[in-house]
């Protein structure tokens, strides 16, 4: 299915609406050849700034556009005094947003296309009503971005604008642009990560704005499968971050597990990107839970010019990189990280998955999923795993993992895709209590001295067709 993911991770502006605003008739006139000429999006000209378009307007405002990557742009709008009750009004953006290349900086740039830089021209009855507003109140800018979001269409309604003998003023747009930078989404959650290729496809525009930080300081955390281990959170390490991306990898193609990619400001025109997974997973002796594990070795650093374009640093020229992950059961996997576009364009930092698609031949599905192209992933006896993977179903669990945390047990269980329920048995100097959860972890606090023993069970699906595993072996130990 020949399609693509489109970057989601923000609403884009579409919409600006002048709710009130008064402009004053009797400001000094201008004609319209002593406004600086500027030239359009694209065209690399002119080197009349937004300031110098300023000095000789009425009044003027600056608005932000939200692109489809989730990046703020300034949109400026001037209105010149270009006749006794005519006003010009002119929309621009800056040269850093919209340039291919170049040194231009704050240099303005006009919309509406090449043959509309005279902009709008509206004249007004002795009411301060305009008599020539564009069709429906409003029109269409359209800008195309450098930092490889989408082409921006804005709609511009200027319906509720007067003008008469008295002072200007303006209020606020209303602007239905929004920023989610909480929870950006992740690739399809059923993605089959395979090694050795381009698994992980994303679209990253970042802050050159945030505060920087030394890399010297950015706490340490031991490398995955290294048997010795630092106690240092994740909390600690987003202290020093500007901005954290969470996503899943597939072990095996089927096993779901958390990274972590953490971006570091470490310069002006420079971030660096480390990438975590959690202890449990990768850590031989299984002794410490929820602790970051760090997974490249290496920095992996990435320059910027000033406009704000990738120019250099170790990430390859392709723009990604690779970690090897050292699961804790023995496997070990590939994983490769594109960045495509990366940019430090934006005042807010923000990234976006920009998959393309893995099953061209397939026209039902665009990523391998749980059993690859060209098989379905439907789950016809609703036992929480693809009909594919029934077979998949285990005869035989991993033992329960115990460690002890402040005065409390945690057991960690098997994890596995689709809905599952554990049945974790406890018992201590032979008295028994029985669990049950939907969730792979769970705390007993305050735990009694004596020798204990756990073990469990996971019942796959709901209802009817639920599936339900034999116990798994005991692990046995001692609370002091």
């Known amino acids: 299915m020949a399609e693509t993911l489109a970057c989601v991770s923000a609403i884009p502006t579409t919409q600006l609406t002048l709710q009130t605003g008064h402009l004053d008739t009797g400001s000094a006139i201008i004609s319209p050849g002593s406004i600086p000429a500027t030239t359009a999006v694209g065209v690399v000209a002119s080197s009349a700034t937004v300031t110098d378009l300023e000095t000789v307007a009425s009044l003027h405002s600056e608005h932000d556009i939200v692109d489809s ?27 850093q947003d919209v340039d291919d290349h170049g040194a231009f900086v704050s240099v303005a740039r006009h919309l509406l296309g090449a043959s509309s830089e005279a902009g709008i021209v509206l004249d007004f009855d ?48 209303d602007n239905d642009g929004q920023i989610e930078r909480s929870t950006p989404p992740a690739l399809n959650p059923n993605a089959f990560l395979q090694s050795d290729g381009p698994l992980i496809l994303l679209g990253a525009n970042l802050d050159a704005g945030a505060p920087a930080v030394d890399a010297g300081d950015i706490p340490i955390v031991t490398t995955a499968g290294a048997t ?15 901005f954290q991306f969470n996503l899943n ?12 990619l953490l971006f570091f400001h470490t310069d002006h025109n420079e971030y660096t990107i480390r990438t975590y997974t959690r202890s449990e997973l990768v850590d031989p002796t ?34 990604f990189f690779s970690v090897i992950i050292p699961w804790k059961n023995g496997s070990s996997e590939k994983y490769y990280i594109v960045f495509d576009p990366i940019s430090a364009k934006g005042r807010t930092s923000s990234i976006c998955s920009v998959a393309t ?12 999923g749980e059993c690859g192209c060209g098989i379905s992933d439907a789950d016809l006896n609703n036992n929480g795993l693809p009909d594919c993977k029934d077979a998949d179903l285990p005869t035989a669990l991993l033992k329960p993992l115990v460690v002890t945390e402040r005065r409390k047990l945690v057991f960690g269980l098997q994890t596995f895709p689709g809905t599952v329920e554990y049945t974790l048995r406890i018992t201590r100097n032979g008295k028994t209590s029985v669990h049950t959860s939907d969730a792979s972890r769970f705390e007993l606090k305050d735990p009694r001295p004596g020798r204990w023993h756990a073990r469990y069970r996971v019942k796959f699906g709901s209802g009817d067709n639920a599936e339900t595993s034999p116990f798994s072996a005991p692990a046995f130990f001692q609370v002091h």
């Open 357 to 368: 698609d893995y099953c061209p031949t397939d026209g039902e599905k665009w990523l391998p």
């Open 249 to 260: 990898v597939l072990e095996r193609g089927h096993v779901p597990h958390p990274i972590t």
């Open 228 to 242: 010795s281990f630092s106690a240092t959170s994740f909390e600690d390490l987003s202290h020093f971050a500007e």
């Open 69 to 95: 990557l989730g990046s703020l742009h300034a949109l400026h709008v001037i209105y010149f005094h270009t006749g006794a009750s005519q006003f010009t009004i002119k929309f621009y953006v800056e040269s």
């Open 286 to 319: 299984g002794a410490a839970i929820g602790f970051p594990r760090l997974l490249n070795s290496t920095d992996i650093v990435v320059t910027f010019d000033s406009l704000g374009m990738r120019n250099g640093g170790t990430l390859a020229s392709g723009a």
């Open 126 to 173: 002795g009411s301060g009503t305009p008599t020539n507003l564009p069709p429906g109140d409003d029109f269409t800018l359209e800008v195309t971005w450098n930092n490889g979001a989408l082409s921006s269409q804005v709609s511009i309604d200027l319906s509720g604008i007067t003008a008469s003998g008295s002072g200007p003023f303006l209020s606020e747009f």
